[in-house]
C-alpha cells in the first residue's frame, strides 16, 4: 500500500493544477456576443437606410404628383395673303332712346318697332292734367297782373300830369312812377312762367328727333310717364339710324400705318353669301390701345335697302397686304381671363407663359390669331382655369396640330 501511494503521489504532485471548466470558454462567449450586437446594428442601420431611401422616394413621388402634366401642340400658320380680314361689328350711325319731358300718363302711341320714322313724325301722346292745371292758373295769373299793370300807368301818368301844377309832391309822383315799373316786371315773369309751362305741355306730343328705324317701344296706353332720364327711368322709344351704318374695326399695330381716312374696304355676313357691301374708312383713333395694342377705325357702309342690321357680326376686307404669317389655334386652347383672352404657352424651361393674344377669324374648331403668338410656340390644350404664369409643368406630346 506504501509502495503504491509512492507510487502514485509523483504522478498527483508532477501534474499542473486544472483550470476551471468555464475559463477556457470566454473569448468564444465575448466574441459571440459582439457578432450579434454587429449583426443587430447592421440590421437597424440597413431599416433606418430603407426608411429614408423610402421617404426619399415618397417625397420625390409627391413632388413629381404635385407638378400637373399637360399636352401641348404645335401651331399652324397659313400663308400670306393680299388682304387683311379683320372681325367687327355692325352699329347703327345714330341711335338714342327717346324721354319725355313732362310728367304724366301715356295717352296713345302711333309707331311699333320696326317702322321706318321721318324726323318730326310724331310717336307718342302724353296726358299732362297737372301741367294743364298749372298753365291755366298761370294763364289766368298773367291777366291779373295786366290789369294791375294798366291800373299803375294810368295812376302813374295821372300823377306826373298833377305834379306838373304842383298839386301833388315829387314822391307821391314817384312812387306811382315806381308802382307802375314793378307792374310792367310782375307781367315780364308772369308771361315768362306761362311760356315755360306752354313749352312743358308742348312735351306731351313725342317727335322724331331723326329719321331712323323703332327698334324699340318701352311703354304702352296708361303707363306713368316721369320727365327725365335716370337709372330709375326707363325711355319711351329706342330710335337709330341705319343708313349708312358705323362699322369699328380693331386694327392690329403692325398693320395700323397702312389704314387710312378714305381707304375703301368691303365688308362680308354669312347669311348674305357671295355678296360684297362696299365701305370707306372715314376715321381712326389715331392712338394704338396699350390693352389690346390695336387701332380703333370706323367704317361706314351705305345700307340704302336696309339689309345690313344693326347689331350683326361681320368681316371686314381691307386691301392691305399681309406680309406675315397667321396662326390658327384650336378653340379648347383659349383661356378666357379677366384681363382678355389668354393662352398658356410652355417654354424650354417647361414653365407655363400666358400670353395676351388678338381673336381674328372664327373657323368653328379653330380661330385665326392675329396677335400674341410665335409659330414657334408650344401652347396648351385643354388648360385648366387654375394654371398660373411661371408654373412648372410636365409635357405630354399628343401630336403636331394639322
Known amino acids: ?17 486544472p483550470e476551471p471548466s468555464g475559463r477556457p470558454q470566454k473569448p468564444h462567449a465575448v466574441r459571440a456576443l459582439l457578432a450579434v450586437l454587429l449583426l443587430l446594428l447592421v440590421a437597424g442601420g440597413l431599416a433606418i437606410s430603407r426608411r429614408v431611401n423610402e421617404g426619399r422616394v415618397l417625397a420625390k413621388e409627391t413632388e413629381k404628383l404635385a407638378i400637373p402634366t399637360v399636352a401641348v401642340i404645335g401651331l399652324t400658320a397659313e400663308p400670306a395673303s393680299d388682304e387683311l380680314i379683320l372681325p367687327a361689328q355692325l352699329q347703327a350711325y345714330v341711335e338714342a332712346p327717346i324721354y319725355s319731358r313732362t310728367n304724366g300718363y301715356l295717352l296713345r302711341w302711333y309707331k311699333d ?23 291755366s292758373q298761370a294763364r289766368a295769373t ?3 297782373v295786366r290789369a294791375q299793370l294798366e291800373l299803375a300807368q294810368s295812376s302813374a301818368e295821372r300823377w306826373i300830369s298833377l305834379r306838373k301844377t304842383d298839386s301833388v309832391s315829387q314822391q307821391e309822383a314817384d312812387q306811382q312812377i315806381s308802382a ?3 307792374a310792367k316786371a310782375n307781367l315780364a315773369a308772369s308771361e315768362a312762367s306761362v311760356r315755360r ?22 311703354t304702352d296706353v296708361g303707363a306713368l310717364i316721369s320727365a327725365g332720364s335716370s337709372s330709375q327711368t326707363k325711355g319711351l322709344f329706342n330710335l337709330a339710324q341705319v343708313d349708312p351704318l358705323r362699322v369699328y374695326v380693331s386694327v392690329p399695330q ?11 374696304t368691303f365688308i362680308e355676313m354669312d347669311e348674305f353669301p357671295g355678296q360684297k357691301f362696299p365701305g370707306k374708312v372715314v376715321r381712326s383713333a389715331d392712338a394704338i390701345d396699350p390693352a389690346t395694342r390695336t387701332l380703333l377705325t370706323e367704317v361706314d357702309v351705305p345700307n340704302k335697302q336696309g339689309h345690313l342690321l344693326p347689331g350683326s357680326y361681320a368681316k371686314v376686307h381691307f386691301a392691305v397686304p399681309v406680309r406675315t404669317t397667321r396662326i390658327t389655334v384650336p378653340v379648347n386652347t383659349l383661356l ?13 424651361d417647361n414653365r ?5 393674344i388678338l381673336i381674328g377669324r372664327d373657323f368653328g374648331p379653330s380661330v385665326e390669331i392675329l396677335g400674341g403668338l410665335d409659330p414657334s410656340d408650344k401652347v396648351v390644350i385643354n388648360p385648366a382655369d387654375s394654371l398660373d404664369d411661371n408654373q412648372l409643368v410636365t409635357v405630354k406630346t399628343p401630336g403636331a396640330h394639322s
Open 1 to 17: 500500500m506504501k509502495q503504491i501511494q509512492e507510487e502514485t503521489m509523483p504522478e498527483t504532485t508532477s501534474a499542473p493544477h
Open 113 to 135: 318697332i320696326g317702322s321706318q320714322i321721318r324726323k318730326g313724325e310724331l310717336l307718342a301722346d302724353i296726358d299732362t292734367p297737372e301741367v294743364d292745371q298749372e298753365l
Open 142 to 144: 298773367r291777366e291779373q
Open 180 to 182: 307802375f315799373t314793378q
Open 197 to 218: 309751362l306752354e313749352e312743358l305741355e308742348s312735351f306731351k306730343h313725342i317727335y322724331a328727333p331723326f329719321s331712323g328705324v323703332l327698334t324699340q317701344r318701352n
Open 254 to 264: 403692325t398693320y395700323s400705318p397702312t389704314i387710312h381716312a378714305g381707304m375703301s
Open 336 to 348: 378666357f381671363r379677366a384681363e382678355g383672352p389668354r393662352v398658356a404657352v410652355v417654354g424650354p
Open 352 to 356: 407655363v407663359h400666358l400670353k395676351a
